[in-house]
């Protein structure tokens, strides 16, 4: 994998340029024919362990070779939390936001073949002097007769912490507890939810999908 650094320190930056070389660096990768082929800007290259590499969308993924920078569809402090979130590498400081106890909470729920309607909500608290912000999402499910058959509540890890992502989160968990081959009407009071499923899970796959807000929770869904 080519090295490439931030042009500033902010957390608002999205523009990286190559890393000229540093103590990352295996000589012997830069002399290989397909890179110098194709990577003809990059100075610095290293090994790393697949299971252990995200992909994220670039707005310029073509100007490898023409010795432009790369500029990511979001900021790098989404795109970190992101990665945090995915990897969830215990010897990483945020490793908290995905404790034992809160995956085994997601896995335990099964609900049975009758459920047929799903509610679902979210919260989100904004931060404050005292405390920082907080999401929670939940979901209730109904069988044919208006029935509850189950409910649950979450306090969700707050990276990039929003609203918005706190709705899309408790869809999320409400369909993981189903059992598969459930058929079901999903409710939620979030007009802004039901419109982006329109547009990402009401239609075909797009690529497009990468670079929108909380991609990760809509290719779950």
Known sequence: MSHWLPVSSSADERTY????????????????????????????????????????????????????PITLSTSWSYATSLALVHLANPSLPTSSAFSPSFKDRIEDDVLPLSVQSLYTDGFFHVAKDSSPPSMTSAWL??????????????QIPS???????????????????????????????????????????????????????????WLSI
């Open 17 to 68: 340029n190559p890393c000229p070389g540093c103590s990352f660096n295996i000589p012997a990768l830069s002399k290989k024919s397909a890179i110098k082929q194709r990577c003809n800007s990059e100075k610095c290259f290293f090994n790393v362990i697949l299971s252990e590499t995200v992909g994220y969308p670039t707005r310029n993924a073509k100007v490898f070779a023409a010795y432009l």
């Open 141 to 154: 499910a109904l069988d044919d007769d208006g029935l509850i058959l189950e409910s649950s509540s979450l």
């Open 159 to 217: 990276c990039f912490p929003s609203a918005l992502r706190s709705e899309i989160f408790a869809v999320v968990l409400g369909l993981n507890a189903l059992s598969h081959s459930s058929s079901i009407s999903i409710h939620t009071d979030c007009s802004q939810l039901i419109s982006l499923w329109k547009r990402f899970v009401d239609v075909p796959f797009s690529p497009k999908l990468l670079r929108e807000h909380n991609h990760l929770l």
